[in-house]
């Protein structure tokens, strides 16, 4: 089975992400602030990296529970700092925090973070049919600068668009990828 170039064949941890999740539309808010997270650590980092430790954020960040992260104390922030099982940055850890707080402003707006993240798109799937994958687009662009505008940290266009693939919003695997022509 042929898979996008970038995945590593022999990682278990890495085909299970490309042939599951990556590129696969979400729109559950749970997950949506997970991978949010998930992208904004990767930020300086390879993706595997995070992968590996994945199920360790979700222990440490309450399984995501935006409305938890939202408010955790500095004690928390203490405890986050010193887990050796997630990455350990505390500019991305706040961050992490203050966004969760924004998260939750825009689910209020929006009615959920998924209307808010679908609607640049009018919630319609975008294909790129090139055979180089850009890292960022006018519509990464646009929503990190509204993501920024209200206030998120480590949400730059390359993290956004990255974000933006691995919530399905975009579909960039590659035409000579079995998921390629996937729905």
């Known amino acids: 089975m042929k898979r996008c170039s970038w995945v590593d064949e022999k990682s278990e941890i890495y085909i299970k992400y490309h042939d599951e999740e990556w590129g696969v539309p979400k729109y559950d808010d749970r997950e949506?602030?997970?991978?949010?997270?998930?992208?904004?650590?990767?930020?300086?980092?390879?993706?595997i990296t995070v992968l590996k430790k994945r199920n360790a954020f979700r222990l440490a960040y309450d399984n995501f529970d935006v409305k938890k992260v939202a408010n955790y104390s500095e004690k928390k922030?203490?405890?986050?700092?010193?887990?050796?099982?997630?990455?350990?940055?505390?500019?991305?850890?706040?961050?992490?925090?203050n966004n969760a707080k924004i998260f939750i402003e825009i689910q209020k707006e929006f009615g959920s973070f998924s209307n808010y993240i679908w609607?640049?798109?009018?919630?319609?799937?975008?294909?790129?049919?090139?055979?180089?994958?850009?890292?960022?687009?006018?519509?990464?662009?646009?929503?990190?600068?509204?993501?920024?505008?209200?206030?998120?940290?480590?949400?730059?266009?390359?993290?956004i668009y990255s974000y933006l693939q691995a919530i399905g919003i975009i579909n960039d695997h590659e035409k000579s990828c079995f998921k390629y022509s996937a729905k």
């Open 32 to 47: 949506l602030f997970e991978l949010l997270v998930l992208e904004s650590f990767q930020a300086g980092l390879s993706w």
């Open 77 to 97: 922030i203490n405890e986050l700092l010193v887990n050796k099982d997630i990455i350990r940055s505390k500019g991305k850890i706040i961050a992490s925090i």
């Open 119 to 159: 609607h640049f798109t009018d919630k319609k799937i975008i294909r790129n049919n090139t055979s180089q994958i850009p890292v960022s687009t006018p519509l990464s662009d646009k929503i990190s600068k509204d993501l920024k505008k209200r206030g998120m940290k480590y949400t730059g266009t390359i993290i």
